[in-house]
């Protein structure tokens, strides 16, 4: 068993993306993280902080792919992982690498944060039991009151103070600056979606497009506003809106522990596919 590492990862997602897209909605944040340093390469403006590889069994077969930037260590399982992740735990040590947290399937997951803690004499916990859906079809659903709408920069200062509200309920802090960041960038780009019943009430991205999906990310609905199906509507009006543009299907992560969004996803009509596990340590 051996570990190779990659420098582009235009080349690695090439090598690695007829294993990854045979689960294309469950490999989503992988394979869309590596396709947007892929444009970054191609712009020449790619992060100075991220590793990327994999681990090989003797006779080739895959065992773990991995890609390491400043929040986590985004991994793909296969074949012996325990095996594969105290390899990989030895070769990132041996390279001093800075791993804050994991995010894979739970197999995976579990055995990298164990076999790194270890290591690094670190207790890993964890941070967020997530499920991965998928969407082929919306479902009809009761719709509230109002419409999707691309947001505009004159939602900049609103959907920056959302950023921050959101981060802050999945226990994640982010400055206001970063939160402002996030907003310019996603209006800018066209990813974001507000849902508009006079004003808006909810918001709900576009991100990380694969092959044939993309993902619904970063839903948030105000306090204020809560309880009046704004989230169920923004969702499956974005979700049928990513459909009816070309993309076959949509994904999304959720938190296990929140049933309530769980349940609007799945009456929309996504489909719970794998669990994901993110670990922290301290």
């Known amino acids: 068993m051996k570990v190779t590492e990659e420098k582009s990862p235009t080349r690695f997602l090439a090598r690695n993306r007829a294993l990854l897209e045979q689960d294309e909605a469950g490999n989503n944040l992988l394979l869309g993280l590596l396709a947007l340093l892929s444009e970054r390469e191609e712009k020449g403006d790619l992060p100075q902080y991220h590793r990327m590889g994999k681990v090989e069994t003797a006779d080739g077969e895959t065992a773990l792919l991995y890609l390491l930037n400043p929040l986590n260590i985004v991994l793909y399982g296969g074949e012996k992982v325990r095996q594969a992740s105290e390899l990989l735990a030895d070769h990132l040590a041996r390279a001093r690498a800075t791993?804050?947290?994991?995010?894979?399937?739970?197999?995976?997951?579990?055995?990298?944060?164990?076999?790194?803690?270890?290591?690094?004499?670190?207790?890993?916990?964890?941070?967020?039991?997530?499920?991965?859906?998928?969407?082929?079809?919306?479902e009809p659903v009761p719709m509230s009151p109002g419409e999707l709408v691309?947001?505009?920069?004159?939602?900049?200062?609103?959907?920056?103070?959302?950023?921050?509200?959101?981060?802050?309920e999945i226990g994640e802090q982010i400055t206001p600056s970063v939160a402002l960041a996030k907003a310019q960038d996603?209006?800018?780009?066209?990813?974001?979606?507000?849902?508009?019943?006079?004003?808006?009430?909810?918001?709900?991205?576009?991100?990380?497009?694969?092959?044939?999906?993309?993902?619904?990310?970063?839903?948030?609905?105000?306090?204020?506003?809560?309880?009046?199906?704004?989230?169920?509507?923004?969702?499956?009006?974005?979700?049928?809106?990513?459909?009816?543009?070309?993309?076959?299907?949509?994904?999304?992560?959720?938190?296990?522990?929140?049933?309530?969004?769980?349940?609007?996803?799945?009456?929309?009509?996504y489909r719970f596919i794998q669990e994901s596990v993110q670990y922290r340590f301290r």
């Open 186 to 269: 996603a209006i800018a780009g066209g990813w974001l979606y507000l849902w508009r019943d006079g004003e808006a009430v909810s918001m709900a991205k576009k991100a990380r497009p694969t092959g044939n999906g993309v993902v619904v990310s970063v839903v948030y609905t105000p306090p204020a506003y809560r309880g009046r199906g704004y989230a169920t509507s923004c969702v499956a009006a974005l979700s049928r809106l990513l459909l009816d543009s070309g993309y076959r299907f949509c994904s999304l992560y959720t938190d296990l522990a929140n049933p309530t969004s769980n349940a609007i996803y799945s009456r929309i009509g």
């Open 99 to 138: 791993v804050p947290g994991v995010v894979g399937p739970r197999e995976a997951a579990e055995a990298f944060a164990a076999a790194w803690g270890v290591r690094m004499s670190v207790t890993p916990y964890v941070k967020m039991d997530q499920g991965i859906y998928r969407l082929d079809q919306v």
């Open 150 to 168: 691309q947001a505009g920069p004159k939602d900049t200062e609103r959907v920056a103070g959302w950023y921050a509200a959101f981060y802050e």
